[in-house]
C-alpha cells in the first residue's frame, strides 16, 4: 500500500470542502428587542458567535456588519466577544460590511483581522451623538403645568418639558467626549498604523466603502463569497449560523422564556404604538445614511 501523507495536512491543502462560518449581525444596535425591533445586543449574539468559532476545523469567521450604529455599551461588548472568542480558539475574523457599518456598526467591524467592503458600503461615524425633542413651549400653549419632584438636584437634568440649563448641557457634552474618547481608542488600537492622518477621521463623519480603504478604515474591497473563495480555494463553503429553534420550530431568542399573557386589549394597543414609535426611532438610524 503506498503511504499518504493527505491526512496529515491541514483540510485546505487536501483538495477538500474548506468550511467557514458565517455570523449576520443586521440592524440597529440596542439593549431591548420587541417583535417590531430586530435588534443586536450581546444577548441576542453571544449565542450566534459562541457556535461560530466552536467549529475547530474552520479556519477563520467571518462576519457580516450590516448596523447604523446605537448602544455604545453593547456595541463593544460585542465587539470584545468576537476578539475573545478569536485569541481563545485561534481564528482569523474576516468582516464583510454590507450597506452600513457606522458608529456602533464600524466599532463591530473593527473586531475584524481584516474589513472588506462595498465599493457603496457606508463606513465611519465614529462619534457620540444624543437626540431629543423640547415641548416647553408646547404644553404652555395646551395649559399643561409641569411637575416633577426630586430627591437630588441633579435628578431630573435635560427634562424635555422644561428649559434646557446650560450646566446640564455641558454635562452631557462631557459625557459624550468620554465615550467618543473611549471609541477612538479602540479604532486606534484595532486598525493602528492603516489609518490616514486626516484630521476628519475622528469626527463623526462617514464614507462610501472605496473611500473608506484610502482612510485606512477597512482593508480592501470585495465581496463575501469572492473573498473566501480567493483564501481558501473554490471548494470553501460558507455556512451560515442561525439561532436554534425550539420544540415548535420557531427561533429561540436569548433570555428567559414567558408563559403567553392572556389577550388584554389594552395592552395590545400599547404594545402597537410602542412598536411603531420604535420602528420609527430605528428608521431615523438608518435614514442618517442614506438608507
Given at each position: 500500500?503506498?503511504?499518504?501523507?493527505?491526512?496529515?495536512?491541514?483540510?485546505?491543502?487536501?483538495?477538500?470542502?474548506?468550511?467557514?462560518?458565517?455570523?449576520?449581525?443586521?440592524?440597529?444596535?440596542?439593549?431591548?428587542?420587541?417583535?417590531?425591533?430586530?435588534?443586536?445586543?450581546?444577548?441576542?449574539?453571544?449565542?450566534?458567535?459562541?457556535k461560530a468559532f466552536a467549529r475547530k476545523d474552520a479556519p477563520a469567521v467571518a462576519i457580516a456588519v450590516?448596523?447604523?450604529?446605537?448602544?455604545?455599551?453593547?456595541s463593544r461588548l460585542i465587539h470584545k466577544r468576537i476578539r475573545d472568542l478569536a485569541e481563545e480558539k485561534?481564528?482569523?475574523?474576516?468582516?464583510?460590511?454590507?450597506?452600513?457599518?457606522?458608529?456602533?456598526?464600524?466599532?463591530?467591524?473593527?473586531?475584524?483581522?481584516?474589513?472588506?467592503?462595498?465599493?457603496?458600503?457606508?463606513?465611519?461615524?465614529?462619534?457620540?451623538?444624543?437626540?431629543?425633542?423640547?415641548?416647553?413651549?408646547?404644553?404652555?400653549?395646551?395649559?399643561?403645568?409641569?411637575?416633577?419632584?426630586?430627591?437630588?438636584?441633579?435628578?431630573?437634568?435635560?427634562?424635555p418639558f422644561r428649559p434646557e440649563k446650560p450646566e446640564d448641557v455641558a454635562h452631557l457634552l462631557e459625557?459624550?467626549?468620554?465615550?467618543?474618547?473611549?471609541?477612538?481608542?479602540?479604532?486606534?488600537?484595532?486598525?493602528?498604523?492603516?489609518?490616514?492622518?486626516?484630521?476628519?477621521?475622528?469626527?463623526?463623519?462617514?464614507?462610501?466603502?472605496?473611500?473608506?480603504?484610502?482612510?485606512?478604515?477597512?482593508?480592501?474591497?470585495?465581496?463575501?463569497?469572492?473573498?473566501?473563495?480567493?483564501?481558501?480555494?473554490?471548494?470553501?463553503?460558507?455556512?451560515?449560523?442561525?439561532?436554534?429553534?425550539?420544540?415548535?420550530?420557531?427561533?429561540?431568542?436569548?433570555?428567559?422564556?414567558?408563559?403567553?399573557?392572556?389577550?388584554?386589549?389594552?395592552?395590545?394597543?400599547?404594545?402597537?404604538?410602542?412598536?411603531?414609535?420604535?420602528?420609527?426611532?430605528?428608521?431615523?438610524?438608518?435614514?442618517?445614511?442614506?438608507?
Open positions: 500500500m503506498a503511504f499518504s501523507l493527505k491526512p496529515y495536512l491541514p483540510k485546505r491543502f487536501r483538495g477538500e470542502e474548506v468550511v467557514v462560518p458565517v455570523v449576520r449581525l443586521q440592524g440597529p444596535i440596542i439593549a431591548q428587542s420587541g417583535p417590531f425591533r430586530p435588534t443586536l445586543s450581546i444577548g441576542s449574539v453571544a449565542p450566534l458567535l459562541e450590516n448596523s447604523p450604529g446605537g448602544s455604545p455599551v453593547q485561534q481564528k482569523d475574523v474576516l468582516v464583510f460590511v454590507e450597506d452600513v457599518a457606522a458608529s456602533g456598526g464600524y466599532m463591530i467591524a473593527c473586531a475584524g483581522d481584516e474589513i472588506i467592503v462595498d465599493p457603496s458600503s457606508i463606513v465611519g461615524s465614529i462619534g457620540v451623538v444624543s437626540g431629543g425633542f423640547g415641548f416647553v413651549e408646547a404644553i404652555h400653549k395646551l395649559g399643561i403645568e409641569r411637575r416633577v419632584h426630586t430627591a437630588g438636584q441633579n435628578k431630573a437634568v435635560l427634562d459625557l459624550q467626549r468620554e465615550v467618543h474618547a473611549t471609541f477612538i481608542a479602540l479604532v486606534k488600537e484595532r486598525r493602528g498604523a492603516r489609518l490616514a492622518d486626516d484630521p476628519n477621521l475622528f469626527s463623526g463623519l462617514f464614507w462610501a466603502g472605496t473611500r473608506g480603504v484610502e482612510l485606512g478604515l477597512a482593508d480592501r474591497v470585495g465581496d463575501l463569497r469572492g473573498t473566501l473563495r480567493e483564501r481558501y480555494g473554490d471548494k470553501v463553503k460558507p455556512q451560515m449560523i442561525q439561532a436554534g429553534r425550539g420544540l415548535l420550530g420557531r427561533r429561540q431568542v436569548a433570555g428567559t422564556a414567558e408563559a403567553a399573557p392572556a389577550f388584554d386589549a389594552a395592552r395590545v394597543g400599547a404594545g402597537l404604538a410602542n412598536g411603531l414609535a420604535e420602528v420609527a426611532e430605528d428608521r431615523l438610524l438608518w435614514a442618517r445614511y442614506g438608507l
